[in-house]
């Protein structure tokens, strides 16, 4: 109970020490996380550019999906926090359980709709003469999809105790399973598109078996999840759903946004297009990693700030948050360009890819710049997350992505004529208009629900 209770103790002190301390680990996980996607996408490459587009066309739509474990991790996550910080822990136990129940219920049904759908949504979508291999990659994906959204929930159960080491060894079980499996599956075995899936899917698993033990086999987090401490509670299902639905839905955002400028990039300039974009972002958010670590520390830290009523340190953790972030981005944005041709080769390493590093390494160039667009939009949404105020978070994603991205991006690509090159500038223009709006709201909550509090008491 030392460690456990050290964890209590460290997300319940100093939000600046708790932010840094949950988010090194959070940092680790992501990259772990995007060091396999991108491995999916240099080995994928290697099958030529219609293998690689398919993927981009899957991403999204499997994006939808892992946000739903997502969506539910962060409500879970940002609830249990509340109870933590308020020191109702038979509470937190409850929450907790209502989270893996939720993550049941929402597999089946989404994994029936995927199977079903999945043909005229990739139609929808242009996939065109890709469309077999987005099939045959997406069918065994969508099919397991359980593993995927239980490992988020499970993933967010532990961090939202602040215990962020072993979720991030779970993670670390994925990645370099993913990483060493994709080539033998691919290639020795001669799966080709099949044999990422199914990788991919075999990876996930064993992280789901790793958290499953710790949390009823060996039974030592501080959260109690076995059934005794559950007792269904309509308001527990409310509360965890006003965060899950919001976050689910702007990960359909995020989706809904890349499926968009797949569709404008694919007129612009064909699937080529598609493919080196797919590239050049799984790059890009490679780069995004430490502010979605951060952003994720925030969750938990102001979650517990509220549950207890400190709004110094839900003030702190917001203020801090986006100075951090902007640090590391700008650092890693002036890498990412300076390194963008060497980036691009990894991605063109067979006689089917290489025509793609020239348009590949330009893309990095250019979007180098939304890392740096970025940080206070996440950082004011995450916050709001945390506090259990997954609408606002909504709206905020809701405006920067699906609406001022995908309008600049016409705008700027169609109507100005800058075609591809356009594109790209107005997704940059929009997520830093849209985070600045979420910024400036995120501070004015802050200033008045402290004073309505102070008023109060």
């Not at 499997?62 to 609830?79: D, Q, R, T, Y």
């Not at 990645?175 to 991919?200: E, H, K």
């Not at 670590?293 to 340190?313: K, P, R």
């Not at 839900?314 to 902007?326: E, N, P, Q, R, V």
């Amino acid at each position: 109970m030392v460690d456990k209770n050290e964890n209590i103790e460290m997300i319940t002190g100093d939000p600046k020490k708790a932010i840094v301390k949950l988010s090194i680990p959070m940092m680790i996980s992501m990259l772990l996380i995007m060091l396999y996607n991108i491995a999916d996408s240099i080995w994928v490459a290697g099958l030529g550019a219609d293998a690689l587009a398919a993927i981009g066309f899957i991403t999204p739509l499997f994006m939808v999906l892992v946000g739903l474990g997502n969506g539910i991790g962060a409500g879970a996550n940002s609830l249990i926090a509340r109870f933590i910080g308020a020191n109702n822990f038979k509470q937190a136990n409850n929450a907790g359980l209502h989270a893996i129940v939720l993550c049941v219920i929402v597999s089946v049904i989404f994994t029936i709709l995927m199977l079903v759908l999945l043909v005229p949504i990739l139609k929808a979508m242009g996939a065109g003469d890709t469309i077999q291999y987005a099939l045959d990659y997406g069918y065994i994906i969508f099919g397991a999809l359980i593993i995927f959204v239980y490992s988020g929930v499970a993933s967010a159960i532990f961090r939202s105790e602040g215990d962020m080491k072993r979720a991030t060894y779970a993670i670390a079980v994925t990645a370099i399973m993913n990483i060493i499996l994709d080539p033998v599956f691919i290639y020795v075995l001669n799966l080709g598109i099949t044999g990422a899936a199914w990788a991919t899917v075999i990876s996930a698993s064993l992280s789901c078996i790793v958290m499953s033990y710790w949390i009823w086999g060996k039974k030592d987090l501080f959260l109690d999840l076995t059934l005794k401490n559950f007792h269904y509670e309509g308001k527990i299902m409310i509360d965890t759903l006003q965060v899950a639905i919001p976050s689910t839905l702007e990960n359909i955002i995020f989706s809904a946004l890349a499926i968009a400028i797949n569709a404008m990039l694919v007129i612009a300039s064909g699937t080529t297009a598609v493919a080196v974009y797919t590239a050049s972002m799984r790059i890009v958010q490679l780069a995004m990693i430490p502010l979605i670590g951060i952003g994720t520390a925030v969750l938990t830290v102001s979650g517990v700030a509220f549950g207890a009523h400190n709004y110094e340190n839900l003030k702190t953790a917001h203020s801090y948050s986006i100075k951090l972030g902007f640090l590391l981005s700008i650092a890693l944005g002036i890498i990412m360009f300076v390194f963008s041709a060497q980036i691009a080769a990894l991605f063109s390493y067979t006689s089917a890819s290489v025509e793609l590093a020239p348009e590949i390494a330009k893309a990095i160039s250019i979007l180098t710049l939304f890392v740096v667009a970025v940080p206070h939009g996440i950082m004011s949404s995450m916050m709001f997350q945390g506090i259990g105020k997954g609408i606002n978070s909504l709206i905020i994603t809701l405006l920067r992505s699906l609406i001022l991205e995908s309008v600049c991006a016409y705008i700027l690509g169609f109507i100005f004529g800058w075609g591809v090159t356009g594109i790209y500038a107005g997704v940059l223009l929009g997520c830093f208009l849209g985070g600045s709006f979420g910024y400036v709201w995120a501070k004015v909550y802050i200033r008045s629900y402290s004073h309505k509090w102070n008023v109060k008491h």
